[in-house]
Nanobody
Framework: QLQASGGGLVQPGGSLRLSCAAS????????MGWFRQAPGKERDVVAA????????YYTDPVKGRFTISRDNAKNAVYLQMNSLKREDTAFYYC????????????????WGQGTQVTVSS
């Protein structure tokens, strides 16, 4: 089970930190990621991190603004989002991967419930 939290309303240029806590899975066995879905759009990957935390993947629109990290001792993965833009508004989902094809939804083995991020003035 993956439980996401930390979403909310933030002004453009602001920051948010999303957290995802895992239970009933061997967390350190899985690469983890964050996806997002805006109304009327596909669910797309935002960032992913390898099981040991040594490799991170970012989609181009968030490079340099978002940082993914994980703490295997706490069974948690985080997404630090800085310099937020209106186009970052979406429902954000955490995910555990079954493979290293981080840009593919089909690679996800477990989905968490999402958390809403709204960027608006």
């Amino acid at each position: 089970q993956l439980q996401a939290s930390g979403g909310g309303l933030v002004q453009p240029g602001g920051s948010l930190r999303l957290s995802c806590a895992a239970s009933r899975v061997t967390f350190s066995n899985y690469a983890m990621g964050w996806f997002r879905q805006a109304p009327g759009k596909e669910r797309d990957v935002v960032a992913a991190i390898s099981w040991g935390g040594h490799y991170a993947y970012y989609t181009d629109p968030v490079k340099g603004r978002f940082t993914i990290s994980r703490d295997n001792a706490k069974n948690a993965v985080y997404l630090q989002m800085n310099s937020l833009k209106r186009e970052d508004t979406a429902f954000y989902y955490c995910a555990a991967y079954g493979s290293t094809r981080y840009d593919q939804k089909s690679s996800v083995k477990f989905w968490g419930q999402g958390t809403q991020v709204t960027v608006s003035s």
